[in-house]
């Protein structure tokens, strides 16, 4: 039973990233720069939070807000 529990959150976790990177791309490609950076500071940092990677989310945070 562990294993389908960590089955289902790592299948989780890549369709997630997966939605997460097709919204990014969509936004780069229409240059809608304040949705790629609501995307990058929101929705990177919130799965890189989830799937427990901190440096993204951290790097996620500074790309935002350190830049103008």
């Known amino acids: 039973m562990h294993d389908d529990c960590n089955m289902n959150t790592d299948e989780r976790l890549k369709l997630s990233l997966e939605d997460v990177l ?11 720069i304040g949705r790629l950076a609501l995307l990058s500071y ?20 500074e790309l935002v807000l350190s830049c103008p």
């Open 42 to 61: 929101c929705d990177v940092r919130r799965w890189a939070r989830i799937a427990h990677h901190q440096r993204l989310a951290a790097r996620s945070h």
């Open 22 to 32: 097709a919204d990014l791309w969509h936004a780069r490609r229409t240059g809608d």
